[in-house]
């Protein structure tokens, strides 16, 4: 019933995109036309890409003689697969021949591209670092017209834990060449965050029955010998100090993940602005945008944000680009963008100085 549910709220929301991206393209140019258009230029690619992690360390015991542990972190690696069609922005260089994979081009969060149309990315990354591993995926397909932005963006970055789907439909207005603002609607399904798992289990003093919650996951303890099993009959510690500090943090790990994965996946409609400036010279750019979801629908469900939270929250986006030549010596760049969805944040920013020395 759950996969029932979950794929019927992927399949009305991907529908709705494809349907709102065909009419466009068959009102604009007619269907062959507009979709032979809309791969022109496009660019297929994939790369791995590693190298080695932090070096082996070596970990001393003294509690039976002295002994020592190699642990070792395997070597990180990427694996990437993507197709984009992206116009570059004045301050953008392509510096390499082939995309490998690492890029990360800042301004494909805008709500608007260099140019009217058509804009699309796939890209699928598997990666191990420092010795675990990550799913990153950014899908988004953007059309932009003049009074108008439908996009539709699938986003899962395994490092923050944040994965959704995000379907928006706008109406845009342009003030000069430089500036637009944008205001519509929003539709996000995700897994219910806010749900907190262990609430159920906690008591007045923060503390949790985590016994009895093991105990429910079948692990079994038998407090004469001071002995607790698995739920397969294996002996996992013949101590308090070792149940609480070992074996205890993995069944409430479990349990939490558990429950999470079980619950259904859910739609947020929301109420949706934004704003786009770009202004670029040899000497001079910045490229700011952002977004903001002061409005959520509650829809009565038990698992709706706004449960967590006690009404309404904002959430929010943005990132800016700005770059600046002083003089044929020296330059300076600020780069950044953030996000925070659901109390959850991601973001990344760089900053420096050039100078060249002649």
């Known amino acids: 019933m759950q996969n029932e549910n979950n794929k019927s709220i992927w399949k009305m929301l991907l529908s709705r995109l494809v349907l709102l991206t065909i009419m466009t393209l068959s ?8 979709l032979a258009k809309a791969f022109k230029f496009a660019t297929f690619y994939s790369a791995v890409n590693g190298g080695n992690s932090i070096a082996d360390q070596t970990v ?23 197709l984009r069609k992206i116009a570059r922005f004045g301050y953008e260089n392509r510096a390499q021949t082939f995309y490998d994979g690492t890029e990360t081009s800042w301004s494909d969060g805008a709500n608007v591209g260099k140019r009217n149309g058509l804009e699309f990315l796939t890209e699928i990354k598997y990666k191990r670092q420092m010795g675990q591993e990550f799913l990153d995926q950014n899908h988004f397909l953007r059309y932009v017209g003049d009074k108008y932005i439908v996009k539709g963006e699938f986003l899962q970055d395994g490092f923050a834990d944040i994965s959704y789907f995000e379907v928006s439909q706008r109406y845009r207005k342009k003030v000069g060449d430089k500036f637009s603002f944008n205001i519509g609607l929003a539709q996000r399904a995700s897994e219910p965050y806010g749900y907190d798992p262990l609430a159920e289990w ?7 029955h985590y016994t009895y ?4 996951e079948g692990y079994t303890v038998d407090v004469p010998n001071n002995e607790y099993f698995s739920p397969n009959g294996e002996s996992v510690a013949t101590s308090t100090e070792v149940w609480e500090a070992v074996v205890i943090p993995e069944v409430i790990s479990d349990y939490v993940d558990r429950k999470r994965s079980g ?3 859910l739609i947020q409609h929301s109420v949706i602005a934004g704003f786009d400036y770009y202004n670029y010279t040899d000497d001079f750019w910045l490229h700011a945008w952002g977004n903001v979801m002061p409005y959520h629908l509650d829809s009565g469900n038990e698992f709706m944000y706004h449960n967590s939270v006690g009404g309404q929250w904002l959430d929010y986006s943005g990132g800016a680009i700005l770059g600046y030549r002083y003089n044929k010596h020296l330059g300076l ?9 659901w109390n959850r944040e991601w973001y990344n920013f760089k900053c420096g100085v050039n100078y060249v020395i002649f």
């Open 27 to 34: 009102c604009a140019t007619g269907l062959s036309q507009g």
């Open 60 to 82: 001393y015991s003294v509690s039976n003689g002295l002994n020592s542990i190699e642990i070792q972190t395997p070597y990180d690696y990427s694996l990437t697969v993507g």
């Open 263 to 265: 619950l259904d996946k």
């Open 202 to 208: 906690s008591l007045n003093n923060n503390e949790i």
């Open 213 to 216: 919650l093991a105990l429910q």
């Open 333 to 341: 760049f600020l780069e950044g963008k953030y996000n925070k969805y």
